[in-house]
């Protein structure tokens, strides 16, 4: 079924970002410093490629980014992203990426492959947030881990099923 309101010769163009809150025991949430990005942090993820599910662009990044291996199944929050000079809009899917164990937490590091776009992975506690992430991050990850604790997650379906 088509959508008249869309022009598939030309249809609009946006980013669909997948990032992901993972908490440790302590409810600090992980980190990565990007190389491109000065004295900033951010939640791990990146951009969905054409023809991928956030659900599994979010997963890859979180891989690719730290090592840790999860299903992606709820968001937490959508958090739309207006064009800026230097990004397309779009929307970042805050992906619930569950609780790391105390191993996990141990072992989590920036991969080899990763070393280019990384320089480091961080447990933060959320009282510690304004010191490494801009506002409207710090903004995004507040409610994020409120909706989690809240048990507000949002089902990431394609097509009407379930992710998983």
Known sequence: MAHPDVSMSSPPRRRIGAVVVVLDQ???VLLVQPTYKSGKWQLPGG???AGEAPTDAA???LAEETGLVREITHALVIDYMPARSETAEGYNIVADGG???PEEVDAVAVPASAADELSALKWVPLDDLDVHVETYQERRIREAVTALKNGHR????TRGEPAA
């Open 59 to 61: 997963a890859r990044e």
């Open 154 to 157: 949002i089902p990431l379906l």
């Open 99 to 101: 609780t790391a164990t």
């Open 26 to 28: 302590e409810d600090r």
């Open 47 to 49: 951009g969905a490629q």
